[in-house]
Structure formats: structure tokens, C-alpha cells
């Protein structure tokens, strides 16, 4: 007897929406069949629900270590907990490398960070600020062959960013061993510049984020990056894009077929730049990189998943409490905007709002839905079909969908550790009721039934979209 039926499903993957029963045993699918007789040690009856491959979620912060006396709210336990809740069953957070430090030392300091902690499988994303040569001739070759096949670079922060040249050496070293390159795209001078103007004028409430970070930083870096990619001719990846001009460039880039890939987050579909005018500091909880715009440039950002300009939807949960003197309030309720730590929360939020405004309000296919949080995170990552889809010899990693509710968000309901959700008081019509990770629920009717340390950790596979 196998260990899982699920019944009368409507399955979407990207391709397809089809109504079948779903065999899962010892942690896969076993079988897709329409009505079938065979009999298994737990019958789920889905009839009428959407039952779709778990989340994967390409981009998340989790225990992440910081520079400047800041700490995350959220390790690998309440991370992946919260990402379970919110229908996630992958999770892809960072390890952090600072300058003069060993890319493998840092890789097992994560490991030791999630072991045993995570509810859900994960896999890490190094972010690589020193480039040496020592650093990307030997340990980044050394790192694709076991498994790490994705990293990500900065253009910005004065600890972490890397200046053309490095990103030449980096891309090209990457492009030889077929790596995946992610780039934080934002012009370092340019916004420094900015950033200190306002300071000299007063301005350092949470809202001139918003002003040392226009459109233009963004783009600018952007057009840049897709010509150090084309120099090296090594295929990147946008994460967190949020302008509209940042768009327009890189959707130019792929009609002329370069590899330029693309990520965006519901910050930039759900938040705008008047959130940061808040008072009591609260705009504050608004504070990311880069900044959430005007909702007129929400449009493009919708337009972006639509034509498929965007490849991924991501959390980017970057986790700071808005009390206490960890997060947003380091140097109280006066701290200026520079000083804020960049991030918000979004783990369990990812998936409801994306499902609600865009599937069930009309704006995406159910397809393209799973396409962007699920699939191609999965294939870009080199996780597919492990993950990223509903087929035989998949991980049983499946989440059945509750529609048809009216729901308000509230922190008090969510399950990270965080004391804010920046959508706080938003309706979603939809959450996800049952949440599947290798065959073993980890969450039923609001329930958690998962165990801690069940996640495993992933070895990523070369992408076939590097080649
Ligand atoms: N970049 C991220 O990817 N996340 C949070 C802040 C940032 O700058
Ligand atoms: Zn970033
Ligand atoms: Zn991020």
C-alpha cells in the first residue's frame, strides 16, 4: 500500500491544468491517474481545489550575519516554518561572505546555521564580495562541483559590492564552470551621492530612502551589468527589479537574445513609496533595496510577469523587527534612513498575494502562476523536476489550495518571528490548506505537523539555463 492519494485534484503545473488522483509513496509521486482504484494509507479528497507543486521560493534572508549590529528575526527554523504556512516547500537563503574570508568556511558555517532546523528543503545561494583570484579561480570552480551552482553579486553596499572589474572576473569565471550568476543592480556612487545630500539638507526620515534610490541607480547599474554580461558572455540574473526603466532595459536585452535573466518580488507589485512616509518611524517597515516605487510603476511590474520578462517571483524576506535595537529602530526611533537595515518580511506572504491578485484577479494563468514560483526557480537553480512541478518521479512536494475566502493579513496570524508584515490589513482571497513536502504534511488546517529538521539540504544541479 502506497502512503498518499490525493483525490479529484486540479493540478496546474506551467504547462498544464488537469484533474487527476495522486500517488505518492516513500516521498514521490508515484502515479497521476484519473479515478483510481488503487488504495493508499491516507486518502485526501481535493475536489474543486487547485493542488499545485510547493513553492519554491528562489530568494529568501534567514540568520543571515550582518556587519552593523543588526541581527535577523528569522533563522532557518522560523523561516522555514513561516514558508511552510504560506505553501513554500523550498527555500533558498544566502551565505554571506565579507572581504577575506574563504567561500567554503562560510558554506559550512550556514550548514551549521540550518542543520537539523528546517522544516522544508533548502539549498544556499553564496554571495561572493571578494573576488580574488583565489576565491573565483579555485573555491567557485570547487563549489559548482559540490552542488553550489548559483551565486550572487552585489553592485552596491560598501561591504559587499564589487566594481566592473571584479564582475568581469567573476562572470567570466562563472560563465566557464556554468554557474549562475544573480546581481544586486543598484549604482553604489550614485545613490552614496544622493545619500549624502540629503543627509546635509536634514533629510534622513525613512522616506528619502526612497529619494537616495531613484529609478535611475537601478537602471543605470542594470544597463551596465547586461554589458559586462555580454563582454563576458556569461548569462545573469536580475533579482529584486523593481523600475520600470530597469524593465524596459532588460526586456530590450532578451528580445536581442541575450541570456538576461529576472526576478521581482511582491514589495514591488504590493508596496509603494508613500508606505515610507508613514509616521512613527513606521515607514520604516517599508525600508528595502530597492525601495518600493509609485503604483503607477506597479503596472510594469505586473507587465513584466505577463510577458515573461520576469522569470522568477521571489520573497527577498529579509527580517528585521521594527522594535527593539536589532532592526529598524538600531539607533531608536530617530534612526536615519541610512542606518535602516534594507529588507522586509514575506515568506508566508509570497504565494497568497501573488495568487489572489494576480490568479484569482485575473491578471496571470494559474500556469504562469506556478511558472514563476515554483517551476522555473526550480529549473534555474538546477532543482528541476526534483522540484518546481507535479510529475512522476517528483518530489512529492504539493500544496492544496484553499479558495473562495476572504482573509486578512495579520502578523498575528503569520509564523516567522518577525513583529511587522509590511501587508498588514490586505484581503487575499486565498491560502494555502494543506501544505505536502516529500509526502509528509507539514501543515493541515492551520496546523503545523511538520518536524523540525525534516528539510533536507539541496544539491543544485548545472542549469540548463546558463548553457
Ligand atoms: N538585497 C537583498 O537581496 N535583500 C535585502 C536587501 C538587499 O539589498
Ligand atoms: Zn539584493
Ligand atoms: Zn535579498
Not at 102 to 109: A, G, N, P, Q, V
Not at 254 to 268: F, H, L, M, R, V
Not at 276 to 285: D, H, I, M
Request: aromatic content about 8%; proline content about 4%.
Amino acid at each position: 500500500m502506497i502512503d498518499l492519494i490525493i483525490k479529484n485534484a486540479k493540478v496546474a503545473t506551467a504547462s498544464d491544468l488537469f484533474i487527476c488522483d495522486i500517488g505518492v509513496d516513500k516521498e514521490k509521486i508515484v502515479f497521476l491517474e484519473k479515478n483510481s482504484s488503487k488504495v493508499a494509507k491516507r486518502t485526501i479528497d481535493a475536489k474543486n481545489q487547485y493542488v499545485l507543486p510547493g513553492g519554491v521560493d528562489g530568494h529568501c534572508h534567514l540568520d543571515q550575519r550582518t556587519k552593523d549590529g543588526t541581527e535577523m528575526s528569522d533563522n532557518f527554523e522560523s523561516g522555514s516554518r513561516s514558508a511552510a504556512f504560506g505553501g513554500t516547500t523550498t527555500i533558498m537563503p544566502f551565505a554571506i561572505q565579507f572581504k577575506g574570508e574563504s567561500l567554503r568556511k562560510i558554506i559550512d558555517e550556514y550548514h551549521t546555521r540550518a542543520n537539523d532546523q528546517s522544516y522544508i528543503d533548502y539549498t544556499f545561494h553564496p554571495i561572493i564580495s571578494d573576488a580574488s583570484s583565489k576565491v573565483i579561480g579555485q573555491e567557485l570552480p570547487a563549489m559548482v562541483k559540490d552542488g553550489y551552482t548559483h551565486f550572487k553579486i552585489y553592485m552596491t553596499y560598501e561591504d559587499l559590492q564589487l566594481n566592473d572589474r571584479e564582475i568581469l572576473d567573476t562572470l567570466e569565471a562563472a560563465g566557464r564552470e556554468k554557474a549562475v550568476v544573480m546581481i544586486h543592480a543598484e549604482n553604489y556612487e550614485c545613490l552614496k551621492w544622493l545619500t549624502e545630500k540629503l543627509e546635509a539638507e536634514g533629510k534622513t526620515d525613512p522616506v528619502h530612502h526612497s529619494d537616495s534610490r531613484p529609478g535611475v541607480v537601478e537602471s543605470e547599474a542594470t544597463n551596465r551589468a547586461i554589458a559586462l554580461s555580454r563582454i563576458t558572455k556569461t548569462p545573469i540574473l536580475f533579482v529584486h527589479v523593481s523600475d520600470r526603466e530597469a524593465i524596459e532595459t532588460i526586456r530590450n536585452a532578451q528580445n536581442k537574445g541575450y541570456k538576461i535573466y529576472a526576478e521581482t518580488c511582491p514589495q514591488y507589485l504590493f508596496l509603494k513609496r508613500d508606505d515610507l512616509k508613514k509616521g512613527n518611524f513606521e515607514g520604516a517597515k517599508y525600508i528595502c533595496s530597492p525601495p518600493p516605487r509609485d503604483p503607477e510603476n506597479q503596472k510594469y511590474v505586473w507587465n513584466g510577469i505577463q510577458n515573461g520578462t520576469f522569470d522568477i517571483l521571489s520573497s527577498d524576506h529579509a527580517p528585521f523587527n521594527f522594535k527593539g535595537d536589532k532592526g529598524k529602530m538600531i539607533n531608536g526611533d530617530k534612526t536615519p534612513f541610512k542606518n535602516i537595515p534594507n529588507g522586509v518580511p514575506g515568506l508566508e506572504t509570497r504565494l497568497p498575494l501573488l495568487f489572489s491578485e494576480g490568479v484569482l484577479g485575473k491578471k496571470i494563468s494559474i500556469n504562469k502562476f506556478v511558472e514563476v514560483t515554483s517551476t522555473n526557480p526550480a529549473k534555474i537553480y538546477g532543482l528541476y523536476p526534483k522540484k518546481g512541478t507535479i510529475s512522476i518521479g517528483s518530489d512529492a512536494d504539493i500544496v492544496i489550495w484553499d479558495t473562495g475566502l476572504e482573509k486578512k493579513i495579520k502578523n498575528s496570524d503569520l509564523h516567522h518571528d518577525t513583529d511587522y508584515t509590511p501587508y498588514e490589513g490586505m484581503t487575499v482571497k486565498c491560502w494555502p490548506g494543506t501544505v505536502i513536502s516529500r509526502g509528509n504534511v507539514v501543515v493541515e488546517n492551520g496546523k503545523l505537523l511538520g518536524k523540525k529538521g525534516f528539510g533536507k539540504f539541496l544539491k543544485s544541479e548545472i542549469s540548463n539555463y546558463v548553457y
